[in-house]
């Protein structure tokens, strides 16, 4: 599975962004899929994720900021980012597990700063 990022950039506090992430396949194929963040010098993390039923889990820090959602139709994965603070600034990943491979994109970079 390929998976491309995009829709970082740079945005000040309080503001908002929405993150995509276009799948090379069908994403019922897939049975979950996820948004991880790495800031610099800290590990990677993750922000959130959706199962194929649509099951939704969020890091404490991002709950009722951000949302995460899929369009099956589109083969693409979002994330709505609302709310941003700086400590939000990373480099976002997306991530899809086909039943036990696990696939990653490439980084799209958010920074949030006045």
């Known amino acids: 599975v390929q998976l491309q990022a995009s829709g970082g950039g740079l945005v000040q506090p309080g503001g908002s962004l929405k993150l995509s992430c276009a799948a090379s396949e069908a994403l019922f194929m897939l049975k979950r899929m996820a948004w991880y963040r790495q800031a610099p010098g800290k590990q990677r993390e993750l922000v959130a994720d959706?199962?194929?039923?649509?099951?939704?889990n969020y890091e404490d820090s991002v709950k009722g900021r951000f949302t995460i959602s899929r369009d099956n139709g589109k083969n693409e994965l979002y994330l709505q980012m609302s709310s941003l603070k700086p400590e939000d600034t990373a480099v976002y990943y997306c991530n899809a597990d086909r039943f036990g491979q696990i696939y990653w994109g490439q980084g799209t970079l958010v920074t949030v700063s006045s």
């Open positions: 959706i199962s194929i039923l649509g099951n939704t």
